[in-house]
């Protein structure tokens, strides 16, 4: 008989195949576990930035309208209840802040979503006695608090109204 010589064999295993599966399903799982953390940071810095816009835009719009409060009068000014106000502006107008649901409504319209809190505080001139009566107030201290998927941020502003002496 002939011998035979064994020529190169092109291919592979069924050991090396079941080995090259092996390690690229545990690099595949390494991978997406690194990926899927990179979006939940993205969409929870998403989040962040949502609330810290909303609470900043709304903060704005009323700092804004209270720096124009016409007098610290019961005409142009109520102070009850503490999580809503309405006043007179210097030309006139009536405006008005209130929360409804979880919307910060101006005027009936709404202005920012996601509202968890809204509180309003009135300081007299001293600075650091709270006012009782609408003829005491001098300054407003305005806290909003807005929560956007669990993200929660809060801020605090006073005000003291220009044509307030």
Do not use: C
């Given at each position: 008989?002939?011998?035979i010589s064994?020529?190169?064999?092109?291919g592979f295993?069924?050991?090396?195949?079941?080995?090259?599966?092996?390690?690229?399903?545990?690099?595949?799982?390494?991978?997406s576990h690194?990926?899927?953390?990179?979006?939940?940071?993205?969409l929870i810095g998403?989040?962040?930035?949502?609330?810290?816009?909303?609470?900043?835009?709304?903060?704005?719009?009323?700092?804004?309208?209270?720096?124009a409060?016409?007098s610290?009068?019961?005409a142009?000014?109520?102070?009850?209840?503490?999580?809503?106000?309405?006043?007179?502006d210097?030309?006139?107008?009536?405006v008005?802040?209130?929360?409804?649901?979880?919307?910060?409504?101006?005027?009936?319209?709404p202005?920012?979503d996601?509202?968890?809190?809204?509180?309003?505080s009135?300081?007299?001139?001293?600075?650091?006695?709270?006012?009782?009566?609408?003829?005491?107030?001098?300054?407003?201290?305005?806290?909003?608090?807005?929560?956007?998927?669990?993200?929660?941020?809060?801020?605090?502003?006073?005000i003291?109204?220009?044509?307030?002496?």
């Amino acid at each position: 008989m002939k011998n035979i010589s064994r020529k190169m064999q092109y291919g592979f295993t069924l050991l090396e195949m079941v080995l090259v599966v092996l390690l690229l399903s545990i690099v595949a799982g390494i991978s997406s576990h690194m990926l899927s953390g990179g979006f939940n940071a993205y969409l929870i810095g998403k989040d962040a930035v949502e609330a810290d816009w909303q609470v900043r835009n709304a903060l704005e719009w009323l700092m804004r309208d209270l720096r124009a409060v016409r007098s610290a009068t019961a005409a142009d000014l109520t102070i009850t209840p503490s999580n809503a106000i309405t006043f007179t502006d210097t030309s006139g107008a009536v405006v008005s802040y209130s929360v409804s649901g979880s919307t910060l409504m101006r005027n009936g319209q709404p202005l920012a979503d996601g509202v968890a809190s809204l509180s309003f505080s009135y300081i007299q001139k001293d600075g650091k006695n709270t006012a009782s009566s609408v003829g005491q107030v001098y300054y407003i201290v305005v806290q909003l608090g807005v929560t956007q998927n669990g993200i929660n941020k809060t801020l605090r502003a006073t005000i003291r109204p220009r044509s307030i002496s």
